[in-house]
């Protein structure tokens, strides 16, 4: 089976994401397929973009041009709803300019966009070969990477969502239904990582030299951050970590009664094996040693994370395994093959040199689209990853493009 047809696919398919501007939009945008029409939002637009971006030599000028425009346009469109203290919606309307309420809520309990916008830039600048337009915008991005650290950073130097609503995957089990600011998730945390590095990156071509350096440093202690607290040795594979950890001896004990033991501990590990445990290899935290140790045991030699079609969401070992269920408001990431998990685990193991297990992952995700559109002759969200079944909403494009980049 060729992946031609998918190739294709986004090739004649890609027009459809594009919006013209209106109401609280004020430049074209683009929107992740069918079912979410009219709608912005954060990391969908950043991964469509980066997807079409990887196929840009096989679209004609006019719709090059055209996919740059709209890229542009969606980024524009987050950052002239940037709050005063930094804060960026996660979805915005033609009728909203801010849908969940993220720059409105005072507790920051609600979450702001995820941290994918720095990364948005270097793949619109680098498309365009040209930084400059930058120099006008970064301002407002330090501005928004300094807002995920002033509400969101925990005291063990991690980040936690500050609350369990569109936190992207929406079910994981180590933020879905836990309490506010207790989940330091990795994709948060490896996100804001790589969030960090590549804001760096920009700030180096646009000779904002020392502000770069910040944010390298900054990067630097939330590498440290999360290899001292989400890696488990015993378990040879990371995880999310729970920061609710306080000395309480002063509230409940006597100051005449002696302490004993203090904590030593900052966080307690969620121990459910989720395919956010590998993504420290996607953005480069992991060593060497630490790469070998997740694939070989937790790919290479086990079905628990890894599928017919690609990487269990979450693995077939864990109570809430549930990939047959289709659901929105959650979706469902308790076991469902969804494109993003398999394009990011996917750059991890090329990162680390495991081409053979990267290769195999790429073929198996053409393959599924592949037959999806033979099938069906559209996409879909997210698949069963043992039959390859289409669990939920048809007609969606968005990092359904990623796969065809993948080789």
């Not at 995920?148 to 005291?155: A, F, K, M, V």
């Not at 969030?195 to 944010?215: F, K, M, P």
């Not at 594979?237 to 950890?245: A, E, G, I, P, R």
């Not at 689209?369 to 069963?384: A, G, I, P, V």
């Amino acid at each position: 089976m060729t992946d031609d047809r998918l190739t294709e696919h986004v090739l004649s398919k890609a027009h459809l994401t594009f919006r013209p501007a209106r109401g609280a939009l004020n430049h074209p945008y683009l929107v992740p397929g069918d079912g979410y029409d009219q709608q912005l939002w954060d990391w969908d637009s950043y991964w469509l973009t980066k997807g079409l971006l990887e196929l840009a030599d096989k679209f004609d000028e006019g719709t090059f041009a055209q996919i740059l425009d709209h890229a542009r346009g969606s980024w524009l469109n987050f950052f002239e709803q940037q709050a005063g203290d930094g804060k960026i919606p996660i979805l915005i309307t033609p009728e909203s300019p801010d849908t969940f309420g993220c720059t409105l809520d005072a507790t920051h309990k609600r979450n702001q966009a995820k941290p994918v916008l720095a990364q948005y830039a270097w793949a619109i600048s680098c498309a365009q070969n040209d930084f400059g337009w930058m120099k006008t915008y970064y301002p407002h991005l330090l501005r928004f990477l300094e807002s995920w650290w002033r509400y969101y950073q925990s005291p063990c130097g991690l980040l936690v969502w500050g609350g369990d609503t569109a936190i992207g995957v929406d079910n994981d089990p180590t933020t879905y239904g836990r309490p506010p600011f207790s989940s330091a998730n990795l994709l948060l945390n490896c996100l804001y990582y790589q969030e960090l590095i590549t804001a760096a990156h920009i700030g180096r071509q646009i000779s904002r030299v020392d502000e770069a350096d910040h944010l390298a440093q900054r990067a630097e202690a939330l590498k440290h951050s999360i290899l001292s607290e989400c890696w488990d040795e015993q378990d040879g594979f990371f995880y999310t970590v729970d920061v609710q950890c306080r000395d309480q001896r002063d509230l409940f004990i006597p100051p005449e009664i002696p302490r004993g033991m203090a904590m030593n501990w900052h966080t307690v590990p969620l121990k459910l094996k989720t395919f956010t445990g590998f993504l420290p290899l996607w953005c480069g935290i992991a060593t060497k040693e630490q790469a070998r140790v997740v694939i070989n045991r937790h790919w290479n030699t086990s079905n628990n994370s890894k599928a017919t079609w690609g990487v269990r969401t979450l693995a077939k070992c864990e109570k809430m395994y549930a990939p047959e269920i289709e659901s929105a408001n959650p979706s469902n990431w308790l076991g469902p093959i969804w494109i993003i998990a398999n394009y990011l685990v996917y750059s991890g193991f090329k990162n680390y040199g495991y081409d053979g297990e990267a290769s195999l992952l790429a073929k198996k995700t053409r393959e599924l689209l592949t037959r999806d559109l033979k099938q069906t002759n559209t996409l879909h969200e997210c698949y069963h990853p043992d039959t390859g079944q289409p669990n939920h909403i048809s007609g969606f494009f968005s990092w359904n493009t990623l796969a065809a980049a993948m080789r």
